[in-house]
């Protein structure tokens, strides 16, 4: 019984072999699954006391080992896909606690499997489990160039230094590893596997063949090319709208994966992207106002295609007429809200084109006094021009420091617009055709009888000063 099982596990781990050689094969020969991009892959090795410990179908230390040369044998077949290794535990024993614990044992090359076995063959697990400062170092082993990064981590259990593992994620983010992290855990503990399954795709293996398979399917995720198509449709259905930046959430961690700006290729269809198919996505389209799409997967090896509503129009923001151009002119802005929200959509200066999905608007223009403009409709490819009177330039000169604020009659009532600033010796407004009253009393008066009140009209792009 006891030879039959043996002979059982090692037909498996046969089978698993010959099952990631004919995937590597058919990889090799079909023109989809692997990206002319450079990929960088980096295995993180635990080299700590316990992988010396017995397994089925040998000790954690020989089943990873022999796995992973073998694995490296065959990705050093595939061109543009350079290895590394980092191991962690193999420099100082166990009772020294060595929380840094942690080297580059091979940096990133091609075909170097022959690095991989003069270096497999000289280590020896001794150490501690340095796992999340070996994951920060790792991040840092693949530079900042622009490349596809994925780690695949090998151990057999959790950080031994306190240190939280989730948060690892944003660690390899801002350090370009584009795919989370593939974990192989060898026996891991039901409470070791639950507090690590925050840091990517995690696979807990039993024995030789379970390892050989988890360790395969690693490989082949990271290297299988995946490929997106964002069609953003106009009002007649077809995928004409574009520089629009896009980006792409991961819904588990909620972080942000890829930023694109949409191009057109030189056909006139949306250009296709690489990305990777182990995430599920929530897509934002950054127009006005956003688009957005939720519970995006990817099916891998092929071309995905997604289709987006965006038709888009112009807003063009303008003054009727001449104005004098000064500063307060040009600060003149409008507050732009879909018809009936008050959200804020965008906030659009004077003299300025923009474009928003098709749609009613309306406008709340920043001017004194502010105007509102309802009913503003943006069409398909079509600009809408959105003029205001230009303003009148209003200066004002103080000898002294006064409290006082400038008002308009509305339906009766004083309603007052601007407050002076109390310290400034002159101020200078934009303010929109019309009459108006200022109001003031000098600060050192003492008696309520020297306040002023003067009515003054501004005139469409006149000036007029006015000194207290």
């Known amino acids: 019984m006891k030879a039959r099982t043996t002979d059982s596990g090692r037909q498996t781990t046969v089978n698993a072999r ?21 990929t960088r892959i980096l295995f993180l090795l635990d080299a700590s006391l316990s992988m010396k410990n017995e397994w089925k179908g ?9 796995s992973l040369l073998e694995i490296a044998d065959s990705i050093s077949k595939i061109p543009n896909i350079e290895m590394g290794l980092r191991v962690f535990g193999d420099l100082y024993p166990e009772p020294d606690k060595n ?4 080297r580059l044992a091979i940096p990133f090359d091609t075909n170097n499997v022959s690095k991989f076995r003069r270096k497999l063959e000289e280590l020896r697990p001794k150490g501690i489990t340095p796992l999340v400062y070996s994951i920060e170092k790792a991040a840092l082993d693949f530079g900042d160039e622009g490349r596809k990064n994925i780690l695949i981590i090998i151990t057999d259990g959790e950080d031994a230094c306190d240190r939280d593992p989730c948060s690892v994620g944003l660690i390899l983010q801002q350090h370009n590893v584009i795919l989370r992290p593939f974990i192989i855990g060898m026996s891991l503990q039901a409470n070791i596997f639950s507090k690590m399954n925050c840091m990517g795709q995690l ?18 995720e990271s290297i299988a090319k995946t490929t997106l198509q964002i069609n953003l449709n106009d009002a007649n259905g077809k995928p004409t709208e574009s520089a629009v930046n896009m980006t792409f959430y991961d819904i588990a961690s909620n972080e942000p994966k890829y930023n694109f700006y949409h191009t057109l290729n030189a056909r006139g269809l949306p250009d296709t992207i690489s990305v990777s198919h182990t995430f599920q996505y ?10 957005f799409k939720d519970s995006i997967v990817l099916q891998r090896n092929t071309h995905n295609i997604i289709s987006l509503q ?3 129009g112009f807003l063009n923001f303008s003054l009727q007429g001449t104005t004098s151009q000064v500063h307060a002119t040009d600060r003149i802005k409008c507050i732009v809200h879909l018809k009936g929200k008050n959200e804020t959509l965008n906030v659009q200066r004077i003299n300025s084109k923009e474009k928003y999905l098709c749609g009613t608007y309306e406008l709340e223009v920043l001017t004194l006094p502010r105007l509102t403009v309802k009913n503003v409709k943006i069409d398909q490819s079509k600009t809408t021009d959105v003029q205001i009177p230009a303003p009148g330039i209003l200066t004002i000169n103080k000898g ?7 008002f308009i009659v509305e339906k009766g009532a004083m309603k007052k617009i601007y407050e002076l600033h ?15 009253r200022l109001v003031y009393r000098s600060k050192n008066a003492r008696t309520i009888h020297t306040s002023v009140d003067k009515e003054f009209e501004i005139v469409s792009g006149g000036s007029l000063s006015l000194k207290l």
């Not at 010959?18 to 450079?38: D, G, H, K, M, P």
């Not at 929530?282 to 688009?291: A, D, E, G, S």
């Open 99 to 102: 929380c840094r614990d942690s």
């Open 203 to 220: 696979f807990n293996t039993s024995n030789r063949a379970e390892f050989s398979n988890a360790l395969n399917t690693a490989v082949l």
């Open 400 to 406: 002294f420091e006064a409290y006082g604020g400038i």
């Open 58 to 66: 040998g000790s954690k230390w020989n089943v990873a080992t022999s």
């Open 422 to 436: 109390l310290k400034d010796k002159q101020e200078t407004l934009a303010l929109q055709p019309g009459k108006y």
């Open 310 to 312: 965006a038709p888009q």
């Open 18 to 38: 010959r099952l990631f050689c004919i995937s590597i094969i058919y990889c090799l020969t079909s023109i989809v699954c692997f990206s002319q991009e450079r």
């Open 282 to 291: 929530r897509l934002q389209v950054h127009t006005i106002p956003p688009i």
